[in-house]
């Protein structure tokens, strides 16, 4: 039984195959089995990225005995959410073995009986990002990280230099005046592009999706199709605003605020109405002392709903 468990935990693909009863696709083998120090990711957007990436640093953590992960997003909705597809993985595991290698679960932090961490963390963390000492790192939604030059160069590659450790960024092709795209575009890293065509092969899209709503998409917005599901980087040819000072805008520390919260002081309201290709959204913006303007709330309507409705949310 030991040596059976020793010869599943040797590949990351029979982990995820016999421990978690997760069969991976042919390109999610492949980014599970590279051992490469530097890999980028451009997955089509509902191709199991952020669940790969999971078990990849799980299986990480239970095969390096004392080792720490970090996982890092620029906003902090989108860390809880990874911080999710971590714990889903861990408790895929036979309850056994869950209890036997974990030492404790938390929202965003993970321990093992091995002495391994797995740390969750805002990309807008600066400070503490730079308290830890981590063996492998794993940055989503990289291009929207704002001043990513100084996290990577300053604060990230510095740290791995003295562990020799493993950098995985991956993110949707926002821009080409960022890190990431640098990062796809170098020769010492390994890539791994899955665009829709790859997710139509392993049948992880409908049929129906890609008769309708891709098709949709394409024809009413061939931009985000081409970032979303294509993987490409493009040029701002048709932007108002360039993708690379809107990713600069973000700021992982904003939450939102609920509908129906009384708040006070200046605030501007934006509404975009859309019915049949494009959604209605309303966006409230707070306005500080200094003139700065945060969004503090974002609604986004489904498609076919009433103008009434959006007016009447207002």
Same mark, same amino acid.
């Given at each position: 039984?030991?040596?059976?468990?020793?010869? $599943?935990?040797?590949?990351?693909?029979?982990?995820?195959?016999?421990?978690?009863?997760?069969?991976?696709?042919?390109?999610?083998?492949?980014?599970?089995?590279?051992?490469?120090?530097?890999?980028?990711?451009?997955?089509?957007?509902?191709? @199991?990225?952020?669940?790969?990436?999971?078990?990849?640093?799980?299986?990480?953590?239970?095969?390096?005995?004392?080792?720490?992960?970090?996982? *890092?997003?620029?906003?902090?909705?989108?860390?809880?959410?990874?911080?999710?597809?971590?714990?889903?993985?861990?408790?895929?595991?036979?309850?056994?073995?869950?209890?036997?290698?974990?030492?404790?679960?938390?929202?965003?932090?993970?321990?093992?009986?091995?002495?391994?961490?797995?740390?969750?963390?805002?990309?807008?963390?600066?400070?503490?990002?730079? @308290?830890?000492?981590?063996?492998?790192?794993?940055?989503?939604?990289?291009?929207? =990280?704002?001043?990513?030059?100084?996290?990577?160069?300053?604060?990230?590659?510095?740290?791995?230099?003295?562990?020799?450790?493993?950098?995985?960024?991956?993110?949707?092709?926002?821009?080409?005046?960022?890190?990431?795209?640098?990062?796809?575009?170098?020769?010492?890293?390994?890539?791994? $592009?899955?665009?829709?065509?790859?997710?139509?092969?392993?049948? *992880?899209?409908?049929?129906?999706?890609?008769?309708?709503?891709?098709?949709?998409?394409?024809?009413?917005?061939?931009?985000?199709?081409? =970032?979303?599901?294509?993987?490409?980087?493009?040029?701002?040819?048709?932007?108002?605003?360039?993708?690379?000072?809107?990713?600069?805008?973000?700021?992982?520390?904003?939450?939102?605020?609920?509908?129906?919260?009384?708040?006070? @002081?200046?605030?501007? =309201?934006?509404?975009?109405?859309?019915?049949?290709?494009?959604?209605?959204?309303?966006? $409230?913006?707070?306005?500080?002392?200094?003139?700065?303007?945060?969004? =503090?709330? *974002?609604?986004?309507?489904? *498609?076919?709903?009433?103008?009434?409705?959006?007016?009447?949310?207002?």
């Amino acid at each position: 039984m030991i040596k059976k468990l020793e010869w $599943v935990l040797e590949d990351p693909v029979r982990f995820c195959r016999y421990l978690l009863g997760f069969n991976p696709t042919s390109f999610q083998e492949r980014l599970l089995k590279d051992q490469s120090k530097r890999i980028t990711v451009l997955f089509a957007r509902q191709t @199991g990225k952020s669940t790969c990436l999971a078990h990849k640093a799980v299986h990480f953590a239970l095969t390096h005995p004392r080792s720490t992960t970090l996982i *890092l997003s620029p906003v902090y909705r989108q860390v809880l959410n990874l911080g999710d597809k971590v714990a889903e993985s861990l408790n895929r595991l036979p309850s056994r073995l869950r209890k036997a290698w974990c030492k404790k679960i938390q929202k965003l932090q993970f321990y093992f009986r091995n002495g391994s961490r797995i740390i969750l963390l805002s990309a807008a963390s600066g400070d503490r990002i730079r @308290g830890f000492t981590a063996d492998m790192i794993l940055v989503d939604e990289a291009a929207f =990280i704002p001043d990513d030059e100084k996290l990577f160069v300053n604060i990230l590659l510095p740290m791995l230099s003295t562990t020799d450790g493993w950098l995985i960024v991956s993110s949707t092709p926002w821009g080409r005046d960022t890190m990431f795209y640098r990062f796809c575009h170098s020769p010492g890293w390994s890539h791994h $592009v899955a665009t829709w065509r790859d997710a139509v092969e392993e049948g *992880l899209y409908s049929r129906s999706f890609v008769e309708t709503d891709l098709k949709a998409l394409m024809e009413s917005n061939p931009q985000q199709f081409r =970032i979303e599901y294509e993987c490409q980087f493009i040029p701002d040819l048709d932007s108002w605003l360039p993708q690379d000072l809107i990713a600069r805008c973000v700021d992982g520390g904003l939450e939102y605020v609920d509908y129906g919260t009384k708040l006070s @002081g200046s605030f501007w =309201i934006g509404v975009d109405l859309g019915k049949r290709r494009d959604h209605s959204a309303v966006a $409230v913006l707070s306005e500080d002392e200094d003139g700065v303007l945060r969004l =503090i709330h *974002l609604k986004r309507f489904p *498609l076919e709903t009433p103008y009434a409705s959006v007016i009447g949310y207002l």
